[in-house]
């Protein structure tokens, strides 16, 4: 079994759409992320209602996610539950 991931992000409300349709996180909609997360650290996107959303990559560290600007990417997208919808058709 994969060791379970223990580093977590979650997103704002007005970002979920944006994550489950493929697109990075912002900062401006980040809402939370564990402490202590290392930049290229694999994480589980959440929404603020901790329903789990998919997975990315953290483009940046906490402690750099408290001073970036709003529009830097703080999570690289690698897949979501939106994906099933999207590619239905070309699923096998």
């Known amino acids: 079994l994969w060791p379970p991931l223990q580093y977590k992000v979650w997103v704002k409300p007005g ?13 401006s909609g980040l809402g939370r992320i564990t402490e202590n997360t290392a930049q290229y650290q694999g994480v589980v996107v959440y929404s603020m209602a901790d329903v789990p ?25 690698q897949a979501d539950v939106g994906e099933y919808v999207r590619k239905e058709d070309t699923l096998t």
């Open 15 to 27: 970002s979920e759409q944006s994550f489950l349709y493929g697109n990075h996180v912002l900062k």
């Open 53 to 77: 959303l998919g997975f990315g990559v953290a483009a940046k560290s906490t402690q750099e996610c408290r001073k970036v600007d709003p529009m830097a990417i703080v999570v690289f997208h």
